[in-house]
């Protein structure tokens, strides 16, 4: 029972952590980002490369694939999305494509098999009698602190209030002297950025491979229907929810079974509450 | 949008061009790979109509095509395999359950649209993905598929006549049926759906229409692609790159054509192919992707718009 509740609450951290990037471009275009797993694809084999082929310190390592995903993040803003500026179906599209392209590319560049990411922080720790490492903990503290961060950023600073404004109503936004163009550009390349960092974190959890970027996709898709657009707590939730219910399936039902419960939940949701959980009713 | 005798003419000559195509097998100019490269284009192209017809005229994007398809070929794979049902009887209820599962597709469509509703596909695809490898794993040969079903060709040239038949008559059918009111009412859907319901159109119907015909084309498909390959696996069907394939392919031939779908899966299934002596390895598929992603982005109409527009051009300049 402790064990479900330690191993939900980890699982549940990465999974937050995962879909905040995703969420927030969501929210504030009502654009599916269907390339954001090729950010935390890319942000996993810059660490690779950097971190364990030319041997920087781990932190640095971080820090280079954070900039990576953001740069990713900040042209396809710039390349797809503001030349197919209004039409959302083509955006989907295109990101897609790209998602496959990147797949392609990492093979090309990494080769088709899969790697084995060493821990960032190494060791493990004993929790009655359920081994816990120290790389998920971290990653399950970098999702909450994320999150807080981005809660406070949100509603507290100037540039966060445009962000929640955009996202509410483009245009009034743009009427009260708010550039969206800019804070579009600032909410991808952070969605970017945080992405590469889940992605270690998730490469590191799971293991690299060209295409992992599926699953952590479909993580994302399922928190932000479920969750709904424009909440940050509903995210958090949201994360538990998925992930709680996972570790369960996967302890009292069936591991092979941990996936069907998610997408019957993003089902129900989506015909009998469009909105999400947690969302704002818009549609 | 009428039907002229001209497009009737162009659909002739296509036809009779294909089944006479086979003959240059014999005369050593083209070879027996070329002619599976087109069997696979002949599927694709099956799928990628199956799709515009479902998604690329009603906007309602599906990013779980394989549901559909994957419903058919299980169908008629466990049937044959495990109960020994005849062909004649395995496919034609294959078609009808995939009608069922269009239909299950339907029900989110009756309530979300756009983005949400390209979502709900994908989990559709995810959880069909799942289930197919946990639940009677006896019947669906579970994470390693089915191998051994009965083939209904021997040879390429033999696969060729039927992959060629069946694409062209129900791209043919299809075509037919989109010239007439109810293609029309259908990509009205796609533009403005209030303003459709708002003319007095039945739009649940119409939208149901375009679902049960894009499943059916698609049971039609899967069902004859699992017969013809005579193996099923899970991993392969149920894959998101399998969905780009498809999506690209009627999206680069041009949506809500019926003919661009076909010329787009057999561009792309001849891209891949003509790369292969050039870029042997992953490039090809890196190259690919580009080109798609380039066409889609420069004219999201397809290679259909631009010729269309290409065409106009020279006639203005001829007579202008």
Request: a positive charge; glycine letters at 12%; hydrophobic letters at 55%.
């Amino acid at each position: 029972m402790l064990q479900i509740l330690i191993q939900g609450l980890l699982l549940s951290g990465l999974y937050a952590l995962i879909a905040v990037g995703f969420t927030m471009i969501f929210s504030i275009g009502r654009v599916l980002n269907l390339s954001y797993g090729s950010s935390l694809m890319v942000g996993g084999y810059t660490y690779f490369y950097f971190s364990q082929t030319l041997g920087i310190p781990k932190l640095a390592g971080l820090a280079v694939a954070a900039v990576a995903g953001c740069l990713m993040g900040l042209l396809v803003f710039r390349l797809i999305v503001k030349t197919l500026e209004g039409s959302h179906v083509a955006i989907e599209i295109s990101t897609l494509i790209l998602a496959v392209v990147v797949q392609a590319a990492i093979v090309l560049l990494f080769g088709d098999s899969s790697k084995i990411l060493l821990p960032i922080i190494p060791g493990v720790v004993w929790v009655s009698g359920a081994a816990v490492t120290y790389n998920i903990l971290a990653a399950m503290l970098a999702g909450w602190a994320v999150l807080a961060g981005l809660h406070f950023y949100v509603r507290a600073t100037h540039t966060g209030r445009a962000m929640s404004a955009v996202s509410m109503d483009l245009k009034g936004a743009a009427i009260s002297g708010i550039e969206p163009d800019r804070i579009n550009m600032i909410t991808w390349g952070l969605s970017g950025a945080l992405g590469a960092v889940a992605g270690v974190f998730f490469a590191s959890y799971t293991q690299l491979s060209p295409s992992m970027w599926v699953a952590p996709l479909i993580i994302s898709v399922a928190v932000v229907i479920v969750g709904g657009i424009g909440s940050i707590v509903g995210t958090l939730i949201v994360a538990h929810i998925i992930g709680f219910m996972e570790v369960i399936v996967t302890a009292w039902i069936a591991p092979e079974l941990r996936g069907v419960f998610t997408m019957l939940l993003i089902i129900c949701v989506l015909i009998l509450r469009p909105q999400g959980l947690f969302g704002r009713a818009e549609l | 949008m009428a039907v002229r005798g001209r497009h009737l003419a162009l659909w002739g000559l296509f036809m009779a061009g294909g089944l006479l195509l086979p003959l240059l097998v014999d005369t050593g100019i083209i070879g027996r790979g070329t002619l599976r490269t087109i069997i696979m284009a002949n599927f694709l192209a099956i799928f990628a109509m199956s799709w515009d017809v479902l998604s690329g005229r009603t906007g309602y994007i599906s990013f779980g095509h394989p549901f559909l398809i994957g419903i058919g070929a299980y169908t008629t794979a466990i049937l044959t395999r495990r109960f020994d049902v005849a062909v004649e009887y395995s496919i034609p209820i294959a078609v009808l359950v995939t009608m069922i599962g269009g239909a299950v597709l339907f029900i989110p469509a009756l309530r979300i649209r756009g983005s949400y509703f390209a979502l709900v596909t994908l989990a559709f695809m995810e959880l069909v993905y799942q289930l197919v490898q946990v639940i009677r794993p006896d019947l669906t040969g579970g994470t390693r598929g089915m191998s051994g079903i009965v083939t209904l060709t021997k040879g390429a040239v033999q696969g060729y006549y039927l992959s060629f038949t069946l694409m062209a008559l129900l791209g043919f059918f299809l075509w037919l049926l989109m010239k007439t009111r109810l293609g029309t009412a259908l990509s009205a859907i796609g533009m403005n759906e209030d303003s459709v319901a708002g003319s007095g159109l039945n739009t649940t119907r119409l939208k149901l229409v375009a679902f049960m015909l894009g499943a059916f084309a698609a049971g039609l498909g899967g069902a004859f692609y699992v017969h013809y390959l005579g193996s099923i696996a899970p991993r392969a069907l149920f894959d998101i790159n399998f969905v780009f394939t498809i999506i690209v392919a009627a999206l680069i031939g041009g949506a809500a054509t019926i003919t661009g779908p076909i010329f787009g899966a057999f561009f792309l299934t001849f891209l891949l192919e003509y790369l292969r002596p050039v870029l042997p390895g992953a490039e090809r598929y890196l190259i690919y992707g580009g080109i798609a992603l380039l066409v889609y982005m420069y004219q999201p109409g397809g290679l259909h718009k631009i010729l269309e527009v290409g065409l106009e051009r020279l006639r203005k300049r001829a007579n202008p």
